[in-house]
Structure formats: C-alpha cells, structure tokens
C-alpha cells in the first residue's frame, strides 16, 4: 500500500520534502465487526485546511496530523470490502480517507455516490466539500440580494470559481481577484466574472476596489485574508455582509498579521461571519438536486487541475500556496 507520508511538523511554507513516499503491506479485508469499509482511492483533493493540520497545535478544530504517519484528506474512492451495513462491495463513495492506495475508513462519514453521469473527480470539488463550501457560505452566509456588489478572493480556486457564478446566477454584480493572467482571463470568459484584477499587479488594494466597486461592496466572499481583508474593510456598503471562509494568506505564518480597519464594521453596521462546511451537510441533498442539472445544461462550468499518480501529491498539495494550480487541484490516484 503507497502511502504520503507527513516526515515532521512545517513551520513556514510547506515543502515536497516534508512528504515522502512508502510502501507498507495492508491486508484488503475489513476485520470482522469492525463497521469498518475498506476502499481503494481514485482521486485526492489537495485543500488549503490541510496545512494547519502540519503545525502542532492542540486544541484546533481539527486534530494535527502525525509525522511518520501517512496523511488524510478528502477523496473519491470504490469500496472493496465493508462491515459497514450502509456500505456494500463496489459501491462508490466520498469523503475522508487517507492519502495511500488503500484505506481502512472505520471514523469518519462517507458519502455514498449516487450520480456517475460527471466526472467522478468532481466529488473532490464541486460535487463534494469545497461545492458545499461555496454553496452554504454564499446563499446561507452572505445573505445574498439581487443586484448586490459581490467580491470573491481566490477566485479561481475550488471555491471561489463557484462563488463568482452562483452569485451571477442571483443576479449580482460579482468582480473576483486571483494570482495570475491567465486566472484573470478564467474569471471573465470563463465563469462569467464581470470584471477580475490581478492582486499582485496591484500595489494599492484600496484602490484597485475602489475602482471596481465606486459605490462599495456588499458581499465580500473571504478567502485569503491579510491585505485584502483590510482594504475590503475600507470599501464596505452600509449592511454589508463578509462571510469568512479561509485566510490562506496566513495558513504559513508563525504570527498571523494584524487587520488595522476593523472599525469600519461598526461604521458601516457591516456583518462578518465566519463559518465551517461541516455544519451544512444537512443541505447537501438540496445542494445536488440544484448543481447537477446546472452543471448538465452548462449553466455552471467547473475548472479543475488534476496531478497524476500518488507520487504527484506533494508538490500538488504545496502548489497551492503559491497558486500553481488553475481550478481545483485534484491528485488522480487509480483508475477504477
Ligand atoms: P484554491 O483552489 O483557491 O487554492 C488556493 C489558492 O489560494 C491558490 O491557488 C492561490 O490562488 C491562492 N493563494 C495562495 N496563497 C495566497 C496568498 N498568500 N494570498 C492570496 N491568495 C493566495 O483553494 P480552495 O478554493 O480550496 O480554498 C479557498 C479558501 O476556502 C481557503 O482559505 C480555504 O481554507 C477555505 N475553505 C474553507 C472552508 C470552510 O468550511 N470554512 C472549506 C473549504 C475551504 P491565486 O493564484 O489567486 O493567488
């Protein structure tokens, strides 16, 4: 059984070499009375969360993972063998296992997968945690209202793409931000985006908004934090709403920045909420009976970026911290 294996805690950005590869032996039957399912895995999902999960930290939201141990993750897998009575021999599931060919999955919530007829990787994105990250955080969090200015930050990326073109669907006015041309380029001829801006081209952030939205923001979708939090604190709508999703910006500092403007808020009677997909699965169902027709028709278009093979999951996962992948980043495991 190849598995991804985490060699120690990271301080600072996250390399290749903090990963390595090995080959350990896994016997492909699940111990009797064990409610445990035995699967083998497709794709894995690379996800900013999973690097706070490489410091030591106690009492996160989510349990640090082990050096010498191999790493978990959200994936897509085929079930081989289950005592589990809710899952049977081929059944095709998501959810958390482990990054390895195979896994033992006894503790953690599986989805079963009911729709084959799209690409089984799109239950690592648009189908599986980051889709209900966007769909939870944009109708249930930011409060949406026809007409409302909306910005999303990494735009591009698993979530943000799917922000930009539910918020389009309500009728909003939806501008993005992302790390290169080309996601610039995505952004408005892809998902619809009416207008997009490169962050790192723009040494004023303050200003840049106050370009895109000369009235103000109503809808702030957060993904990154630091200096775009700050200067989208300036340009705030009274009532506006900021739903804060993630601060990737900050996943790799020891002392994560200050936010100097927050006094806006009380100015502005601006609301901010942070909020975790887990406390949304209730809706999934809701979820798919509205974006799998979307994505059928092609009303809504999902970009992902898939690395081959196992061995590829390193330099996959760290190529999110500085924006190499283009969509959602997706590790291609086995074939069925
Ligand atoms: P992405 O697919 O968007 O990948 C991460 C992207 O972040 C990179 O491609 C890069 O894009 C951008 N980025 C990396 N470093 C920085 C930086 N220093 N400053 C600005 N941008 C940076 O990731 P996801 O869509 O999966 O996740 C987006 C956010 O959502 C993350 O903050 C994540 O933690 C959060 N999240 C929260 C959940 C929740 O339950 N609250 C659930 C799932 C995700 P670029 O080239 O544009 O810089």
């Not at 939806?174 to 290169?180: E, H, N, R």
Request: charged share 25%; net charge neutral.
């Amino acid at each position: 059984n190849k598995q991804v294996i985490l060699k120690d805690y990271v301080s600072g950005f996250p390399k290749e070499t903090d990963m390595y590869i090995t080959t350990t032996s896994i016997e492909l039957k699940v111990p009797k009375d064990s409610n445990g399912v035995l699967v083998k895995n497709l794709y894995l999902s690379c996800d900013p969360y999973m690097r706070p999960r490489m410091r030591n930290v106690e009492g996160s939201y989510i349990d640090s993972f082990k050096p010498g141990m191999h790493i978990s993750g959200h994936g897509v897998a085929r079930v081989l063998d289950s005592e589990n009575p809710e899952f049977k021999k081929g059944d095709l599931v998501w959810g958390m296992t482990g990054w390895e060919e195979y896994s033992l999955i006894t503790d953690s919530k599986l989805f079963k997968i009911h729709h084959t007829d799209v690409p089984l990787s799109y239950y690592t994105g648009i189908l599986g945690m980051p889709g209900m990250t966007a769909y939870a955080g944009f109708y249930e969090v930011c409060s949406p209202k026809k007409g409302d200015y909306v910005f999303v930050s990494a735009a591009s990326g698993a979530v943000g793409q799917l922000v930009g073109q539910f918020a389009k669907l309500f009728g909003c006015y939806v501008v993005g931000s992302a790390g290169s041309k080309d996601k610039v380029y995505l952004l408005k001829n892809k998902f619809g985006f009416d207008e997009a801006f490169n962050y790192k081209d723009e040494p004023d952030l303050n200003a840049a908004l106050k370009r895109y939205f000369p009235e103000g923001i109503d809808i702030y979708f957060e993904n990154v934090g630091g200096k775009m939090l700050d200067a989208v604190l300036l340009n705030m709508r009274i009532r506006g709403r900021i739903a804060i999703c993630g601060m990737i910006s900050q996943y790799n500092l020891d002392i994560p920045e200050g936010v100097q403007n927050l006094m806006n808020l009380v100015a502005k009677r601006v609301r901010m909420e942070g909020f975790f997909v887990r406390d949304y699965y209730h809706l999934y169902p809701k979820y798919l009976e509205m974006i799998i027709p979307h994505i059928k028709d092609g009303k809504i278009v999902y970009v992902e970026d898939i690395a081959e093979g196992l061995e590829s999951a390193p330099a996959a996962l760290v190529g999110l911290f500085s924006g190499r992948n283009v969509g959602k980043q997706v590790v291609a495991v086995a074939t069925e």
